[in-house]
């Protein structure tokens, strides 16, 4: 049994320690991550905000292949891989969540998963640090063609971290170069992020400073935190009103959760209706004498959309623009202090940096 370093939830903040892994089992896969980033889900859990189990988080980035199990067929020592966290038929499945996730030397992937398909082959030409952006890629094409179904003629994103900005980068290639974006925006520092790196999408603070910038059918991507997206929703609907043609929800939810501006429409099951990223989609449509709106969400994508997000992120003028949202990019022990300041104080920002994406090296 060998150790190896771990980022370790302590509490409120994390902490550099040693775990033990043993070999492995039956079916099983041990991986060593290469470079791992930290979502907004990650945070929450973190933060306390949700009740995930693990004892480590982390489910975007790439990793070898160290040891295969026997029975782990199409594997050997030395593959480049990446892992889908979300299984879509096994709940005791969600890397990161209930089991220990990449942000740690080496891990164990389970043989639910392996057998179930969720580790994908990705090409060495991909840099490490980009390759922490093939399942956010993934989830963020997803909803696009998701709300690509109601033909809209516009897009407002409600959240401008990384899977707002990522889909300011993505849209033009799923809605169309002609489709006007605009960003709704939680700070200054993010809408002058946003300004500088990708101009052609209108900022702002509300939706009603963005309405005129947006046309007669316009499409929202919720991708704000998950406090954020029953209210990011409903300030759209009661500004835009009949403009509003389609909803998808990218954020997690609490059960239960409804927007007082469309009645009966539970947000959270759609979003869980699409647990794996099925196509069709699920989907919701609410309709009143005022307007008609359908609403998608989704919790995880099919590893066929890993795989072309990973082909996506190779071409040189879309893989350029994505690496500008890997705002900070640190070894391991710089990682912990940046990943601790930004539990310790609520925020993006730090050292006077918007992180927009902190990728921490597991070396």
Known sequence: MMKHKAIVRRGNQCALEYLHEGAAGIGELIVAPEKVSICGTDIQILRGLRDDPALVVGHEGLAKVVEVGAGAVGFAVGDRVTINPTHPFDPDFLLGHNINGLLQQRVRIPRTAVSGGLVSHVSPRIPAARGTLIEPLAVVTYALECLRLEDPDSLLVVGDGLIGNLAAITAPRVLGEQVPIGMVHRTELGREWTQTHEPRVANGRTVRELEPALGKRIAVLSATHRAGTALGLTEAAQTLGARVVAAHLVG?????????ELPGVDLHGVRAANTGGPWPPARVSFSSSERSTAVTGNRGVPNRRLEAAAILLEEPDFGDRADHLITHDQPLSKGVETL????????????????????????
């Open 252 to 260: 997690g939810l609490a059960s239960g959760t409804i927007s007082p």
């Open 340 to 363: 601790n300041s930004m539990l310790s104080t609520g925020s993006r920002v730090v050292d006077g940096e918007l992180v927009i994406r902190l990728v921490i090296g597991m070396s």
